[in-house]
Each structure stands twice: as structure tokens, then as C-alpha cells.
């Protein structure tokens, strides 16, 4: 049986492996106006979304000419293929040393908004990581960076996401 | 058109306006349905005892951080951009909190072409307390 002190590194030959290489390309469908609308109703709930995500005329007359999506829109969910995970458990979360995990964060930086008839183009790569001891024990703080580009290779947005594993 | 803020009018240490919700199934459910987040430690409460809370189910980072970015984007208006936004997820949201998003300036410059204003973040629960600090970076229209 594994012990918490006979673990010396939670990094991995596999994370060695994948440090700064894009991979896990994704092609997102064409965003769907009515999606746009949906995600502001939800994510403003239980006020009424900023017309700037609904409204066309309104959007018309603002300096984007048109409808766009908040910020944070996410055109990658409901996709047909998905790994399953047994009790809808996230991937890769254990309760045991070393599988334990949560999110640590992220930052964001934005480029051109995302509108209707968008394909969103995403790849990922782990960029860095860190490994220290902390409260938890053994704690290894791992960077992964996601980039979306839309169809005409237009820089939508950046994410470098922290995940903590311990 | 919606200005809600000018760059000329905003300086450092001024805050935004206070932005809250009160969070329970109604509000993660949408959210889960919308953003295709279901997980069983958002959804059920004995998972999310199994996942040591004791008050069971609570609520995904993702929302508090759309929360963070409505707040900004209700602050700023739609002829504004919100440039930049992290958090750093601290604390739980539990099942009926009340999460106000702060945001203070803390400093504000003509970078890259652009009117950027710095901000510390936060989205703070009904007793006061931090659940996820962070920062955000906006550009303002100017009113020249």
C-alpha cells in the first residue's frame, strides 16, 4: 500500500512529455444565437441578461454592430463524443494521495468576442507546473494553457488554467 | 448605445457597484444546463458530503466567475471591453449564499493603445467572507 511520505513527486514521465505541446485540438459546432441567449438568461438569472446578448437592434446600434456572447460562452459544451466517467465523477479525482485534485483558478485574457455562426477552433498544452509541500502534503500546482481562435484565426481568448493535485 | 463609464471619470481606490446573488439549485442548474457542468458534488447532496462538505451539495467555481464577469460588464456598459479576468478559487459556495462581487481600482493607464483599468477582485459571501480573490483588467472608452 502506497503511503503519503513514499511519494516523492507527483510529476509524471507523461507530464515531462507534454510540456509545451499543443494537443487535444477541438473544433467547436457553429454557435447558435439562441445558445447566447440561453447562457445570459442562466448566468444572469434571475435578472434580465444585458440586451447586448439578445437583442438585435439594440445590438445594432452598439460598436460590435451586432449580437455578441459574454465573456465566458462556452461553444465546446454539449459535444456528441465525451469520455465517460463512472458516477459522472470529474476525470482523474481520487481520495487517495497523489489522485486527489481541485481547481486552483484560472486567468483569462480576451480578444475579439465571440458571436452567432462562430467555429471556434481550441488547443491546449501544459505549460508548467510546480511542486511543493504544503498543508495538503505533497502538493504539485500544474499550468495548463487553452487558446480559442475563431474561423478566421482571430484570437478570442487565452486561458491558464491552475489544477492542484495532492 | 451604453456608456456606463467613462476613463476620464474613474480613478484609484473607487469601487463598483455592488453586484449579488443568492445561490441554490435554481441558480446552479441553470448555469450546469447551459455550461454542461454536471457533477454530482454540484447536484447532490450526499456527494457533496462524500466530497467532505458537510453541508452537502455546493455551487461550481465556473459561476462565481461569471458572476465576476457580469459585475464588470453591468459596471462597465457595452461599449467597453473586459480585457482580462482570473480568480483563485479559496472557499465554498454553499447552498443558499448570498455572493456580492467586489472590485476596487487599483490602477488605471493608456497601454497598447487601449484605456486599461487595473482591479482586485472578489466575490464575497453574506458573512463577509473571501471565497475567490482575483483581478481584471477593462477598457474604457474615453470621452474624447
Known amino acids: ?166 | 448605445m451604453a456608456v456606463n463609464v467613462h476613463f476620464e471619470d474613474v480613478k484609484v481606490g473607487d469601487e463598483i457597484p455592488a453586484w449579488s446573488r443568492t445561490t441554490d439549485f435554481m441558480s446552479w442548474n441553470r448555469y450546469a444546463a447551459v455550461n454542461d457542468e454536471f457533477v454530482y458534488i454540484h447536484m447532490d447532496d450526499e456527494a457533496g458530503r462524500k466530497a467532505l462538505n458537510e453541508r452537502g451539495a455546493f455551487g461550481m467555481g465556473n459561476l462565481r466567475y461569471t458572476y465576476m464577469l457580469d459585475a464588470l460588464r453591468d459596471w462597465i456598459g457595452d461599449e467597453a471591453e473586459i480585457r482580462e479576468c482570473g480568480v483563485q478559487y479559496r472557499a465554498i459556495n454553499q447552498k443558499n449564499d448570498t455572493l456580492t462581487v467586489t472590485g476596487k481600482i487599483t490602477d488605471k493607464k493608456v497601454e497598447a493603445g487601449e484605456n486599461r483599468v487595473y482591479l482586485e477582485m472578489n466575490v464575497v459571501n453574506q458573512n463577509g467572507e473571501p471565497t475567490c480573490p482575483g483581478h481584471a483588467v477593462v477598457v474604457l472608452p474615453s470621452k474624447g
Not at chain 1, 467547436?28 to 448566468?43: G, H, L, Q, V
Not at chain 1, 465525451?82 to 480576451?110: D, H, I, K, L, W
Request: hydrophobic content about 35%; proline content about 8%.
Open chain 1, 1 to 166: 500500500m502506497t503511503s503519503e511520505q513514499q511519494i516523492e513527486t507527483l510529476v509524471t514521465p507523461e507530464m515531462e512529455a507534454r510540456k509545451g505541446v499543443w494537443e487535444n485540438l477541438r473544433i467547436s459546432p457553429p454557435i447558435a444565437e439562441s445558445d447566447i441567449r440561453k447562457w445570459a438568461i442562466a448566468s444572469y438569472w434571475p435578472d434580465t441578461p444585458p440586451r447586448l446578448f439578445w437583442d438585435h437592434e439594440y445590438a445594432k446600434g452598439t460598436r460590435w454592430g451586432g449580437i455578441i456572447a459574454p465573456n465566458d460562452f462556452n461553444p465546446f459544451a454539449w459535444p456528441i463524443d465525451r469520455p465517460r466517467t463512472a458516477g459522472g465523477a470529474p476525470q482523474g479525482m481520487g481520495s487517495t494521495p497523489g489522485t486527489r485534485g481541485m481547481n486552483g483558478g484560472q486567468v483569462e485574457t480576451f480578444g475579439v468576442p465571440m458571436r452567432a455562426g462562430d467555429v471556434i477552433t481550441s488547443r491546449t498544452r501544459l505549460k508548467e507546473w510546480n511542486e511543493r509541500t504544503t498543508r495538503l502534503g505533497l502538493t504539485l500546482f500544474s499550468e495548463t494553457e487553452m487558446e480559442w481562435r475563431n474561423q478566421n484565426g482571430e484570437l478570442v481568448k487565452t486561458r491558464i488554467s491552475t489544477g492542484i493535485r495532492y
